[in-house]
Nanobody
Framework: VELVESGGGLVQAGGSLRLSCQAS??????IAWYRQTPGTERDLVAG?????????ADSVKGRFTISRDNTRTKSTVSLLMNNLKPEDTAVYYC????????????WGQGTQVTVSS
């Protein structure tokens, strides 16, 4: 499965951005967004399973919304990020995992999100 990310950029605090991850080329299970800052590990931001179950990190609940659109040939997962804070600044990665979230099957190339104060 190939993952292609789009979106990201620079926004002021309180603003919004939308990230998209297009997954194609095979059976798509859970798609999740992770983020990473220099010197830290990648942390889960939000994920959505193949049957629509969603989960969010506590730090983004109420501000971020993940959604999924499936067609016969691809799945597109969007992450709408509202009320962005400077601490949301990171490189965001799209990940393909099994539906238990235990096995990573692939990563996107990453996209920078910068929130200015």
């Amino acid at each position: 499965v190939e993952l292609v990310e789009s979106g990201g950029g620079l926004v002021q605090a309180g603003g919004s951005l939308r990230l998209s991850c297009q997954a194609s080329g095979g059976s798509v299970n859970t798609i999740a967004w992770y983020r990473q800052t220099p010197g830290t590990e990648r942390d889960l931001v939000a994920g959505i399973s193949s049957y629509g179950r969603k989960k969010y990190a506590d730090s983004v609940k109420g501000r971020f919304t993940i959604s999924r659109d499936n067609t016969r040939t691809k799945s597109t997962v969007s992450l709408l990020m509202n009320n962005l804070k400077p601490e949301d600044t990171a490189v965001y990665y799209c990940a393909h995992t099994d539906d238990s979230g235990s096995f990573f099957l692939g990563w996107g190339q990453g996209t920078q999100v910068t929130v200015s104060s």
